[in-house]
């Protein structure tokens, strides 16, 4: 019987556990197995094999029974995941629904999820741009927050490292507070892109609209190759899953990768409860683990834990960590787990037309979806009544219409000839906001879930700096329009809850001090050194920038010190 | 009858339709629509009906009309599942209207109407500006999703236009005197 229970433990023991398969999970995976660790990843969502499962993903157009829209019934059940754009009749079984998994929300806030191996990398939108030393510097420069414990140029090797992988097309635009990385060719920009950014360019000193950068293969290299991804071909069904690989997701690259090592163990279906802490050995042991469907409780052990289970839900997997020594959270002595979460604005756009280029149009699709425009205000010096600043997307389109009216004959003959719209430009904000105190994730203290966790508890709100914001965006964007000669010129305040931007970050924040912040310059609990923390909850400040090239940069850096510092203690 | 009076007629009794007893074509006992819908309370009659309504919205002509396409199925398909409780409402209302309309205006229903006395009353309805009676919002409904199901059918984008699911090339540039709007791709942007 001992000897029973041994063995099982011993088959229950990794070198590292991975918790989450998602965009920064994937990444810790690969990372491990490459440099032959025994890596378990625990996922709580169900298996997604790349291309096997996914089920829409060659479906024509008329193939879809609701002609891509969400039935009522579902639109009513799912009032929150309903509000995000890729929610769609194609999309939507990759996304949880609400009544499924519930959290309270103290403020309004749209908790946008994906459960199942691979998480949201499966539905992303592929923007990836490094965040620059500006963003680094941010809170000690501006005074918010606390300062990093790092800086550019302990990422940027880094960087460069998982773009090779990942595989990231982009134009090297040598503008300070967007670093160049390692691109593959650009998608290009339309003449209307173009022509508005010439126009800037002429018109401004520090204004840019550059290409957008993605993670998709415009060129297969043979690193893509050795994935078994092919290059991008201009789909644009993305959110479906790509029968091609050709964009980057944890089901397309690090994890079939890592499977292939022969050292990954994936779990799915599997609940990770809490993280075990031994007081004796002060340090954290392992992981308990609840079967998602028959609830069986289940400990798996390992000398590293790496937690990548999506910002909020590591704060929430942390907070449930309770010991002894760590009565309110593992590593949290000093109570600011869950605390400083910030996001990103995305409440804002402006759309207008153009006259011009009337005898150009597109034709086929761009995966990067048009330009973009990197933060130009506070950058090199505080010029505005509002802290920090916003990026923006860039797109011009022309569609085919056709003349509603009439009926019969003539309707059908217009219906069967439609002409091509005006030039349709829009941009939209992504605005960076203040990591606050009061902005904060905590436990429910009286409601679980069906798996025993208790609810997560959100209390996220914007502030006056992001209102001040947003109407500089409108007054920037109104001026830039109108010196480029569109017209009819629209703001649109989307008036969103924070949450549906889907760059929630922070609650466990990186920092120099114990006493200030919850991780070391490392990803390391500064209390409890072998669990590492590199997705969207170290986050100290949220910069302009998408977030997941520097989840998967920082996870990376984070794996490779793991390993090297196991190995000094072999030694 | 002359466009002015046949209005008036049809607004009447537009009006008036809700308390008129459950007339004219309506027994106790109809067969119901051909697919199985949830929300709404097709009959077969109805379903007919609807058919013809399509049929007159689209024709069919040298190319498929919207009963050989099964338009009107989908027209029900999509406000079953996608449409919003008060829509569904005001559509079976004005459905109910239309066939009372031509009751009153021909002694027919809708579906036994020649096609001339369809499209002129359908074509009253086309041409009503302004916030939308049940009639109009049924005939609107229709209109719109009709169609629709018409430029999405298989038919439409395999035929009409070409729709690619792979277009491999994105030129921001392209010429439209390029566009083949004989046989259009429907990769575009
Ligand atoms: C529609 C959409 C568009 C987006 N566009 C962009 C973009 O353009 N650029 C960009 O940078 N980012 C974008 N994002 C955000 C991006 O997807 C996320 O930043 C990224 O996936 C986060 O990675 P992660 O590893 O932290 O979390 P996830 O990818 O969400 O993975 C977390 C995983 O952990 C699992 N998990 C959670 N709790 C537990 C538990 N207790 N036990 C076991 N497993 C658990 C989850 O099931 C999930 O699989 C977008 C997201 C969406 C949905
Ligand atoms: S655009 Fe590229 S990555 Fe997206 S579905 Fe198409 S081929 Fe795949």
């Not at chain 2, 309805?125 to 999405?152: I, V």
């Amino acid at each position: 019987m001992a000897n029973l229970n041994i063995d099982s433990i011993k088959t229950r023991t990794f070198d590292a556990i991975v918790i989450g398969s998602g965009m920064s999970g994937g990444w810790a995976a690969k990372e491990f197995t490459d440099k032959g660790l025994k890596t378990l990843v625990v996922e709580r969502g169900r298996d997604v094999k790349h291309i096997k499962d996914y089920p829409t993903t060659n479906l024509y157009p008329w193939e879809f029974a609701h002609n891509g829209e969400v039935p009522q019934d579902i639109q009513k059940a799912n009032p929150i995941i309903n509000r995000c754009y890729a929610f769609k009749e194609d999309a939507m079984h990759f996304f949880v629904k609400d009544a499924e998994h519930p959290y309270v929300q103290e403020k309004p806030f749209d908790w946008i999820r994906g459960y199942q191996v691979g998480g949201k990398s499966l539905m992303w939108a592929r923007q990836t741009q490094r965040w620059s030393n500006f963003d680094f510097e941010g809170p000690a420069r501006d005074g918010f927050a606390v300062d990093w414990p790092i800086r550019y140029q302990d990422l940027a090797p880094w960087y460069s490292y998982v773009e090779k992988f990942a595989g990231i097309s982009g134009h090297a635009d040598g503008i300070p507070q967007l670093p160049d990385g390692e691109f593959l060719p650009a998608f290009p920009l339309n003449c209307v892109e173009d022509y508005f950014s010439k126009q800037i360019k002429g018109k401004y000193a520090n204004r840019h609209v550059i290409s957008a950068r993605c993670a998709h293969l415009s060129e297969q290299k043979a690193i893509h190759a050795q994935q078994g991804r092919g290059q991008c071909q201009n789909r644009t069904l993305c959110q479906r899953g790509c029968p091609f690989g050709g964009y980057f997701s944890s089901n397309s690259s690090t994890i079939p990768w890592a499977m292939r090592s022969g050292h990954l163990t994936l779990r799915s279906d599997s609940v990770v409860h809490s993280i075990l802490y031994d007081e004796q050995q002060g340090r954290a042991t392992g992981i308990r683990v609840i079967d998602a469907h028959t609830k069986a409780v289940t400990e798996y052990y390992a000398p590293i834990l790496f937690v990548n289970a999506g910002a909020l839900n590591t704060n929430l997997l942390l907070l449930n960590s309770t010991s002894r020594r760590f009565p309110q959270g593992l590593g949290n002595d000093n109570g600011l787990l869950g605390k400083f979460v910030a996001f990103h604005n995305y409440s804002a756009r402006i759309s207008a037309e153009y006259e011009g280029f009337q005898d150009l149009t597109t034709d086929g699709r761009n995966p990067a979806g048009g330009g973009y425009i990197p933060r130009f205000r506070n950058v090199f010096k505080q010029e505005t009544n509002f802290l920090r600043g916003y990026a923006a997307g860039f797109g011009a389109s022309r569609y085919f219409g056709s003349d509603s009216d009439g009926l019969g004959v003539d309707f059908k003959k217009s219906l069967e000839n439609p002409t091509l719209g005006p030039w349709q430009v829009g941009s939209h904000m992504m605005g960076e906001t203040i990591p606050k105190e009061t902005n904060y994730v905590r436990l429910d203290p009286k409601h679980k879930d069906e798996w025993g966790m208790p609810l997560l508890s959100v209390s996220v709100d914007y502030d006056d700096n992001d209102a001040k914001m947003k109407q500089d965006f409108y007054e920037q964007f109104t001026e830039m329009y109108t010196k480029a000669g569109f017209t009819n010129i629209k703001t649109i305040n989307s008036k969103q809850a924070p949450g549906l931007d889907i760059h929630e970050m922070g609650g466990v924040r990186m920092g120099h001090d114990p006493k200030t912040s919850l991780l070391n310059k490392w990803n390391q609990l500064h209390a409890c050194p072998n669990v590492y923390v590199t997705d969207g909850a170290c986050m100290t400040s949220t910069s302009t920038q998408n977030p997941s090239l520097t989840y998967m940069a920082l996870t990376a850096r984070a794996v490779d010190h793991a390993v090297q510092a196991a190995k000094r203690r072999d030694a | 009858m002359n466009r002015r009076t046949a209005l008036r007629n049809l607004a009447f009794v537009a009006g008036t339709a809700v308390v008129l007893p459950a007339c004219f074509h309506e027994t106790t006992k109809e067969a119901p629509a051909s697919i199985s819908l949830r929300h709404l309370p097709v009959s077969a009659s109805q379903e007919k009906l609807l058919a013809e309504v399509c049929e007159t919205i689209l024709p069919k002509t040298d190319t498929p009309g919207a009963k050989d396409l099964g338009l009107h199925l989908y027209v029900l398909r999509m406000l079953d599942d996608c449409g919003k409780l008060k829509d569904q409402q005001a559509f079976l209302n004005g459905m109910k209207q239309l066939d009372n309309a031509a009751h009153q205006q021909h002694n027919l229903g809708f579906a036994a109407c020649t096609p001339q006395q369809k499209l002129a009353m359908l074509r009253m309805l086309d041409q009503q500006k302004g916030s939308p009676t049940d009639l109009a919002h049924f005939y609107r409904t229709t209109k719109r999703l009709a169609a629709a199901g018409y430029t999405k059918s298989k038919y439409f984008m395999t035929q009409e236009i070409v729709y690619e699911l792979v277009p491999s090339r994105y030129n921001g540039y392209f010429p439209t005197k390029k566009l083949d709007l004989a046989r259009k791709h429907h990769g575009q942007s």
